[in-house]
């Protein structure tokens, strides 16, 4: 028996104590790995989206009982965690293992590691954006002109980019969920008026991201049309162009290449940035955004 060895509860990604009869019984070996597996997807609620995947099985200091190493992976990180699984498969244990005051637990899982993404695969010069291109911090945004947060994002960015319009370069990418819809309806709007030309684009981007827009978006497809032309007929956008790509599906399809772009990455909430190939989910505080210029 080891001496001052105890199991305590801890709070990391909703993990409870719990020490219980699998229902699924398996071989030892590689079974092992399921049982964990399928544990952590019973007994932890995971995001839409969220992999899991199996890194290793070692004999614990629980008596009769493996180590199990898996990594939880979600859009922006990658979190190892580790379990204890009996020999037989028949009892699974998560938690935190103490021997002599230290966390065994924590230190066989490791820390959680950020995602890094090559800045290339976003196909950059193809979105809207404002900033030079050799800009010190580049942020692109997957956003949804009827997602709330969306809307707290850009104001607070756009202070940001007004302080420091030589050193960020923002670009933005659409992600309405739906695939029909009114959030898609907007998207298309707004690609629609991108196909024209840049200022046309953030003049329906930003007219969306204000009190009066999203009044505007509740309303009916043709009366939320009807205010964008008017928006760009006062600026002068040339507007058989900007109703032939509508019409067209032009800005449609512009939206659904960046939908699959997001789902390659997984992404599964807005606002979700990638800041200098870091992914960052919701809306992001300025002092976050500032360190990237500090750095």
Not at 51 to 74: C, D, N
Not at 106 to 116: H, I, L
Not at 191 to 210: G, R, Y
Request: glycine fraction near 6%; charged fraction near 25%; include cysteine.
């Amino acid at each position: 028996m080891l001496k001052q060895l105890f199991v305590m509860g801890s709070c990391l990604l909703f993990f409870s104590l719990a020490l219980f009869q699998s229902t699924l019984v398996f071989s030892q070996g590689d079974e092992i790995s399921k049982v964990a597996i399928e544990t952590v997807k019973r007994q932890i609620r995971l995001p839409a989206g969220t992999e899991i995947r199996f890194i290793e099985k070692q004999e614990s200091q629980i008596p009769g009982f493996y180590a199990v190493k898996l990594v939880i992976s979600s859009v922006d990180k990658d979190m190892p965690v580790v379990l204890y699984v009996n020999q037989t498969g028949e009892k699974v244990i998560l938690g935190n293992l103490f021997v002599n005051g230290e966390n065994v637990t924590a230190k066989e899982a490791g820390s959680p590691t950020t995602k890094k993404i090559d800045m290339a695969i976003l196909d950059l010069d193809r979105s809207p954006s404002l900033g030079p291109r050799g800009a010190r911090v580049t942020i692109v945004e997957f956003s949804n002109f009827q997602c709330p947060h969306c809307m707290d994002s850009w104001t607070k960015l756009k202070p940001l980019l007004a302080r420091s319009p030589k050193e960020v370069r923002y670009i933005f990418k659409h992600f309405p969920f739906q695939s029909e819809g009114r959030p898609f309806e907007l998207s298309e709007m707004a690609a629609a008026a991108q196909e024209v030309n840049s200022e046309a684009f953030w003049l329906v981007h930003d007219f969306f991201f204000t009190a009066e827009g999203q009044n505007v978006a509740k309303l009916d497809k043709k009366l939320v049309q009807t205010r964008v032309e008017q928006l760009l007929r006062e600026k002068k956008v040339d507007m058989k162009a900007f109703q032939a790509t509508l019409e067209s599906g032009k800005g449609r399809q512009r939206v659904l290449d960046d939908r699959t772009l997001g789902n390659k990455l997984r992404i599964t909430a807005t606002p979700t940035k990638v800041v200098n190939g870091d992914i960052i989910v919701g809306s992001t505080a300025d002092a976050v955004l500032e360190k990237y210029l500090a750095k």
